[in-house]
T-cell receptor, first 114, second 113 residues
Protein backbone atom coordinates (compact mmCIF):
# COMPACT_ATOMS: atom_id res chain seq x y z
CA UNK A 1 0.00 0.00 0.00
CA UNK A 2 1.41 3.40 -0.95
CA UNK A 3 2.23 5.75 1.88
CA UNK A 4 1.22 9.33 2.46
CA UNK A 5 2.41 11.57 -0.36
CA UNK A 6 2.94 15.31 -0.25
CA UNK A 7 3.54 17.72 -3.09
CA UNK A 8 5.55 19.69 -3.75
CA UNK A 9 8.51 18.52 -1.67
CA UNK A 10 10.25 21.90 -1.76
CA UNK A 11 8.90 25.37 -2.29
CA UNK A 12 10.41 28.85 -2.26
CA UNK A 13 8.13 31.87 -1.97
CA UNK A 14 8.48 35.53 -1.09
CA UNK A 15 6.76 37.45 1.65
CA UNK A 16 3.17 38.38 0.89
CA UNK A 17 2.60 35.54 -1.53
CA UNK A 18 0.30 32.62 -0.88
CA UNK A 19 0.99 28.92 -1.17
CA UNK A 20 -1.00 25.70 -1.47
CA UNK A 21 0.34 22.37 -0.30
CA UNK A 22 -1.19 19.03 -1.15
CA UNK A 23 -1.46 15.75 0.74
CA UNK A 24 -2.73 12.39 -0.48
CA UNK A 25 -3.47 10.00 2.39
CA UNK A 26 -3.02 6.26 2.47
CA UNK A 27 -5.80 4.56 0.56
CA UNK A 28 -8.78 4.00 2.84
CA UNK A 29 -7.71 6.60 5.38
CA UNK A 30 -10.30 9.29 6.00
CA UNK A 31 -8.56 11.52 8.52
CA UNK A 32 -5.84 13.93 7.47
CA UNK A 33 -3.92 16.17 9.85
CA UNK A 34 -1.37 18.88 9.21
CA UNK A 35 1.62 19.84 11.35
CA UNK A 36 4.23 22.58 11.16
CA UNK A 37 7.80 21.89 12.23
CA UNK A 38 10.27 24.68 12.94
CA UNK A 39 13.54 24.70 14.88
CA UNK A 40 12.13 27.17 17.39
CA UNK A 41 8.62 25.84 18.01
CA UNK A 42 9.08 22.18 17.17
CA UNK A 43 6.15 20.18 15.85
CA UNK A 44 2.82 21.92 16.16
CA UNK A 45 -0.65 20.78 15.19
CA UNK A 46 -2.40 22.89 12.54
CA UNK A 47 -5.70 21.14 11.84
CA UNK A 48 -7.41 17.84 11.20
CA UNK A 49 -9.96 16.97 8.54
CA UNK A 50 -12.35 14.06 8.44
CA UNK A 51 -14.98 13.45 5.78
CA UNK A 52 -14.38 16.89 4.27
CA UNK A 53 -14.98 18.65 7.61
CA UNK A 54 -12.45 20.37 9.84
CA UNK A 55 -12.69 18.50 13.11
CA UNK A 56 -9.84 19.99 15.12
CA UNK A 57 -7.84 23.18 14.85
CA UNK A 58 -4.59 24.31 16.43
CA UNK A 59 -3.55 27.79 17.49
CA UNK A 60 -2.58 29.28 14.19
CA UNK A 61 -3.80 32.52 12.60
CA UNK A 62 -6.53 32.55 9.99
CA UNK A 63 -3.93 32.86 7.25
CA UNK A 64 -3.59 29.10 7.59
CA UNK A 65 -6.51 27.22 6.12
CA UNK A 66 -7.21 23.84 4.66
CA UNK A 67 -9.77 21.66 3.04
CA UNK A 68 -10.42 18.04 2.28
CA UNK A 69 -11.93 16.58 -0.84
CA UNK A 70 -14.33 13.67 -1.22
CA UNK A 71 -11.43 11.33 -2.04
CA UNK A 72 -9.81 12.33 1.30
CA UNK A 73 -7.00 14.25 -0.35
CA UNK A 74 -6.28 17.46 1.49
CA UNK A 75 -4.81 20.84 0.71
CA UNK A 76 -3.38 23.43 3.02
CA UNK A 77 -3.19 27.08 2.10
CA UNK A 78 -1.15 29.84 3.66
CA UNK A 79 -1.92 33.38 2.56
CA UNK A 80 0.17 36.52 2.97
CA UNK A 81 3.31 34.58 3.74
CA UNK A 82 5.65 35.78 6.47
CA UNK A 83 9.28 34.89 7.03
CA UNK A 84 8.27 32.92 10.11
CA UNK A 85 6.17 30.58 7.98
CA UNK A 86 9.35 28.95 6.72
CA UNK A 87 9.03 25.42 7.99
CA UNK A 88 8.60 21.76 7.20
CA UNK A 89 4.90 21.07 6.76
CA UNK A 90 3.92 17.51 7.52
CA UNK A 91 0.72 15.76 6.70
CA UNK A 92 -0.48 12.64 8.50
CA UNK A 93 -3.29 10.26 7.74
CA UNK A 94 -5.16 7.69 9.78
CA UNK A 95 -8.15 5.47 9.31
CA UNK A 96 -10.61 7.57 11.26
CA UNK A 97 -8.51 9.78 13.50
CA UNK A 98 -9.68 8.23 16.71
CA UNK A 99 -7.45 7.88 19.72
CA UNK A 100 -6.65 4.25 18.88
CA UNK A 101 -5.46 5.14 15.39
CA UNK A 102 -1.85 5.35 14.34
CA UNK A 103 -0.95 8.53 12.46
CA UNK A 104 1.18 7.88 9.37
CA UNK A 105 3.22 10.83 8.17
CA UNK A 106 4.27 11.90 4.72
CA UNK A 107 7.78 13.13 3.81
CA UNK A 108 6.79 16.77 4.24
CA UNK A 109 6.94 19.94 2.18
CA UNK A 110 9.87 22.24 2.94
CA UNK A 111 8.66 25.83 2.55
CA UNK A 112 11.15 28.66 2.46
CA UNK A 113 9.86 32.22 2.58
CA UNK A 114 12.29 34.92 1.42
CA UNK B 1 3.58 25.20 23.24
CA UNK B 2 4.80 21.67 23.62
CA UNK B 3 2.94 19.40 25.99
CA UNK B 4 5.82 17.05 26.46
CA UNK B 5 9.38 17.31 27.48
CA UNK B 6 11.94 14.79 26.45
CA UNK B 7 15.22 14.04 27.99
CA UNK B 8 17.93 13.87 27.25
CA UNK B 9 17.90 16.40 24.43
CA UNK B 10 20.87 14.62 22.90
CA UNK B 11 22.34 11.16 23.43
CA UNK B 12 25.50 9.72 21.92
CA UNK B 13 26.29 6.01 22.31
CA UNK B 14 28.31 3.25 20.68
CA UNK B 15 26.85 0.61 18.43
CA UNK B 16 25.56 -2.33 20.43
CA UNK B 17 24.71 -0.26 23.49
CA UNK B 18 21.17 0.41 24.67
CA UNK B 19 19.56 3.84 24.37
CA UNK B 20 16.89 5.11 26.72
CA UNK B 21 14.84 8.22 26.08
CA UNK B 22 12.27 9.68 28.42
CA UNK B 23 9.16 11.72 27.81
CA UNK B 24 6.95 13.58 30.25
CA UNK B 25 3.59 15.13 29.53
CA UNK B 26 1.11 17.34 31.31
CA UNK B 27 -2.50 16.33 30.66
CA UNK B 28 -4.53 13.15 30.57
CA UNK B 29 -4.02 11.15 27.41
CA UNK B 30 -5.65 8.41 25.39
CA UNK B 31 -2.45 7.13 23.90
CA UNK B 32 1.19 7.97 23.47
CA UNK B 33 3.15 7.37 20.30
CA UNK B 34 6.84 7.38 19.50
CA UNK B 35 8.20 8.54 16.17
CA UNK B 36 11.59 8.67 14.52
CA UNK B 37 12.75 11.41 12.15
CA UNK B 38 15.85 11.32 10.01
CA UNK B 39 17.43 14.66 9.09
CA UNK B 40 14.30 16.79 8.75
CA UNK B 41 12.37 14.24 6.78
CA UNK B 42 8.95 12.78 7.54
CA UNK B 43 8.14 11.06 10.79
CA UNK B 44 8.23 7.28 10.96
CA UNK B 45 5.81 5.71 13.42
CA UNK B 46 7.51 3.36 15.85
CA UNK B 47 5.00 2.30 18.45
CA UNK B 48 1.69 3.29 20.04
CA UNK B 49 0.86 2.56 23.65
CA UNK B 50 -2.62 3.10 25.01
CA UNK B 51 -3.32 4.73 28.34
CA UNK B 52 -4.43 1.43 29.86
CA UNK B 53 -1.20 -0.32 28.86
CA UNK B 54 2.00 -0.23 30.89
CA UNK B 55 4.55 -1.77 28.56
CA UNK B 56 4.82 -2.66 24.91
CA UNK B 57 7.48 -4.30 22.77
CA UNK B 58 8.22 -4.15 19.08
CA UNK B 59 11.42 -5.78 17.86
CA UNK B 60 14.31 -3.98 19.57
CA UNK B 61 11.98 -1.34 21.00
CA UNK B 62 10.47 -1.35 24.45
CA UNK B 63 8.10 1.38 25.57
CA UNK B 64 6.77 1.90 29.06
CA UNK B 65 4.01 4.22 30.19
CA UNK B 66 3.35 5.45 33.72
CA UNK B 67 0.16 7.49 33.68
CA UNK B 68 0.44 8.28 37.41
CA UNK B 69 3.75 10.04 36.74
CA UNK B 70 2.70 11.21 33.28
CA UNK B 71 5.82 9.78 31.75
CA UNK B 72 6.99 7.30 29.17
CA UNK B 73 10.30 5.83 28.15
CA UNK B 74 11.61 4.36 24.92
CA UNK B 75 14.37 1.78 25.09
CA UNK B 76 16.26 0.77 21.96
CA UNK B 77 18.34 -2.32 22.56
CA UNK B 78 21.49 -3.32 20.69
CA UNK B 79 21.59 -0.01 18.83
CA UNK B 80 22.88 0.31 15.28
CA UNK B 81 24.32 3.24 13.36
CA UNK B 82 21.08 3.28 11.34
CA UNK B 83 19.20 4.17 14.55
CA UNK B 84 20.79 7.63 14.43
CA UNK B 85 17.84 10.02 14.25
CA UNK B 86 15.63 12.30 16.29
CA UNK B 87 13.02 10.56 18.41
CA UNK B 88 9.76 12.22 19.41
CA UNK B 89 7.01 11.24 21.74
CA UNK B 90 3.51 12.43 20.92
CA UNK B 91 0.45 12.34 23.08
CA UNK B 92 -3.07 12.14 21.78
CA UNK B 93 -5.69 13.60 24.04
CA UNK B 94 -8.39 13.50 21.42
CA UNK B 95 -11.49 11.50 22.04
CA UNK B 96 -13.89 9.90 19.60
CA UNK B 97 -14.11 13.26 17.83
CA UNK B 98 -10.71 13.02 16.28
CA UNK B 99 -7.11 13.35 17.22
CA UNK B 100 -4.48 15.99 17.62
CA UNK B 101 -0.99 14.98 18.50
CA UNK B 102 1.10 17.09 20.83
CA UNK B 103 4.81 16.45 20.39
CA UNK B 104 7.72 16.62 22.73
CA UNK B 105 10.88 18.47 21.79
CA UNK B 106 12.67 15.33 20.74
CA UNK B 107 15.86 13.50 21.58
CA UNK B 108 18.69 13.50 19.06
CA UNK B 109 20.27 10.05 19.17
CA UNK B 110 23.68 9.46 17.63
CA UNK B 111 24.93 5.90 17.41
CA UNK B 112 28.64 5.75 16.65
CA UNK B 113 29.93 2.76 14.67
Amino acid sequence: KAGVTQTPRYLIKTRGQQVTLSCSPISGHRSVSWYQQTPGQGLQFLFEYFSETQRNKGNFPGRFSGRQFSNSRSEMNVSTLELGDSALYLCASSLAGGYTDTQYFGPGTRLTVL
Amino acid sequence: SQQGEEDPQALSIQEGENATMNCSYKTSINNLQWYRQNSGRGLVHLILIRSNEREKHSGRLRVTLDTSKKSSSLLITASRAADTASYFCATDAGGHDGSRLTFGEGTQLTVNP
